[in-house]
T-cell receptor, first 117, second 114 residues
Framework: GAVVSQHPSRVICKSGTSVKIECRSLDFQATTMFWYRQFPKQSLMLMATSNEGSKATYEQGVEKDKFLINHASLTLSTLTVTSAHPEDSSFYIC?????????????FGDGTRLSIL | AQSVSQHNHHVILSEAASLELGCNYSYGGTVNLFWYVQYPGQHLQLLLKYFSGDPLVKGIKGFEAEFIKSKFSFNLRKPSVQWSDTAEYFCAVNAGTGRRALTFGSGTRLQVQP
C-alpha cells in the first residue's frame, strides 16, 4: 500500500532552534499534503494544507511565519518550526493525498515528536 | 465549521465482546466520513469510509459503520473484538465541497483484555 515517510521521528532541541520535518510520499504522487498537530490525549488538529507549487493554506490561529511549509515537489513537503519554544512541543503528523477523485484516501506518516527544552 | 464528537474516551472490553463506538458530527451539508485506527507505535490507518450509497459500510478486520443522516452519526461496530484490536480509534469528517482536510474527533482508546 501507499507509504508516507516522515522524518525525523523524534527531535529534542534547545529553545530558539529551528527544526525541519520532512514528509515524503514514497510510491505515489501527492499534490496536496496536510500537516496536523496532536496534543497529549487530544485529537489531531489541522495546521495547514500544503499544495505543490503554491503557498500553503494555514488554519486560523496558526502563525505562517512560525510554521514554514514548503511543497517543492509531488513527493515532498517540509514543515519548519522556526525559533521553537517549549510551547511548540507536540506531536506533528503529516498526511498525503493521492492524486485522483474525491474518494482518494489520505495516507499518514508516523509522526514527529518535537520536544523543546 | 465542522466538528466531530466521540463520546467514549476509554473503553475496556473482554475478548469476544461486541463493540460500538459512537461518533457524531455537526455539519449541515454533504459529508464524507471516516474511521481511522492507530495501533500502539504505528501510524494512522484507514478502517473504513463513507462517501455515498449504502449507509452500512464494511471495512477491514471485521469492522463496520452505519451512517444515520438524521442523527448525524457514524458509529463504528464489531461483533466480536480480539486482543489485537487494542488501539486508538478516530472518527473523522470532511465536507463534500472539495475541502479534503479532515476534522478529527478526540479519539477513543480501546483496550481489549484477553
Amino acid at each position: 500500500g501507499a507509504v508516507v515517510s516522515q522524518h525525523p521521528s523524534r527531535v529534542i532541541c534547545k529553545s530558539g532552534t529551528s527544526v525541519k520535518i520532512e514528509c515524503r510520499s514514497l510510491d505515489f504522487q501527492a499534490t496536496t499534503m496536510f500537516w496536523y498537530r496532536q496534543f497529549p490525549k487530544q485529537s489531531l488538529m489541522l495546521m495547514a494544507t500544503s499544495n505543490e507549487g503554491s503557498k500553503a493554506t494555514y488554519e486560523q490561529g496558526v502563525e505562517k511565519d512560525k510554521f514554514l511549509i514548503n511543497h517543492a515537489s509531488l513527493t515532498l513537503s517540509t514543515l519548519t518550526v522556526t525559533s521553537a519554544h517549549p510551547e511548540d512541543s507536540s506531536f506533528y503528523i503529516c498526511s498525503a493525498l493521492e492524486v485522483g477523485p474525491p474518494g482518494a484516501p489520505q495516507h499518514f506518516g508516523d509522526g514527529t515528536r518535537l520536544s523543546i527544552l | 465549521a465542522q466538528s466531530v464528537s466521540q463520546h467514549n474516551h476509554h473503553v475496556i472490553l473482554s475478548e469476544a465482546a461486541s463493540l460500538e463506538l459512537g461518533c457524531n458530527y455537526s455539519y449541515g451539508g454533504t459529508v464524507n466520513l471516516f474511521w481511522y485506527v492507530q495501533y500502539p507505535g504505528q501510524h494512522l490507518q484507514l478502517l473504513l469510509k463513507y462517501f455515498s450509497g449504502d449507509p452500512l459500510v464494511k471495512g477491514i478486520k471485521g469492522f463496520e459503520a452505519e451512517f444515520i443522516k438524521s442523527k448525524f452519526s457514524f458509529n463504528l461496530r464489531k461483533p466480536s473484538v480480539q486482543w489485537s484490536d487494542t488501539a486508538e480509534y478516530f472518527c473523522a469528517v470532511n465536507a463534500g465541497t472539495g475541502r479534503r482536510a479532515l476534522t478529527f474527533g478526540s479519539g477513543t482508546r480501546l483496550q481489549v483484555q484477553p
